[in-house]
């Protein structure tokens, strides 16, 4: 098996045991998530950063471009804050509050990837959020 398709396999895992996550933890109980180990969290956010370079070429030298790169530095600080508050500081340091974190972060970042893969559906309706139009009307 090569290197490239290791990686995809491991998208594959994190992406089917963070989905069944997604599907079977209530937004707001304590449940616990499967684990995501670094690696996976490593290879979710690859393939994050491969559809958002790839949506940032498409949309390149238009205000669709400055609409992407700032709803993606929002949704990073909005991650950040999100597990911040449902974690809790780290305090101790251990290994449990970075596994928590590491779960919390790949929950987001899947998200993050299907909303980035559904500008590729989108496209063929012509409503995407970056090539639609402008607020108040008018062309992109």
Partial sequence: ?????????????????????LAQTPAVSGATVPLCDPACLHALNRQMSQLYRAE?????GTIGERRLVHAQNLWRRYTNADC??????????????????????????????AALQGFDDCRAHGNCPAIGPV????AP
């Fill in 135 to 138: 607020w108040g009307g008018g």
């Fill in 56 to 60: 940032l070429a498409r949309t390149q």
């Fill in 84 to 113: 911040m508050f449902r974690l809790g500081p780290q305090r101790t340091g251990g290994p449990d509050w970075v596994t928590q974190e590491d779960r919390c972060l790949a929950v987001h970042v899947q998200r993050r990837i």
């Fill in 1 to 21: 098996m090569s290197g490239f398709d290791r990686a995809v396999a491991m998208v594959a895992a994190c992406v089917l045991g963070v989905s069944s996550a």
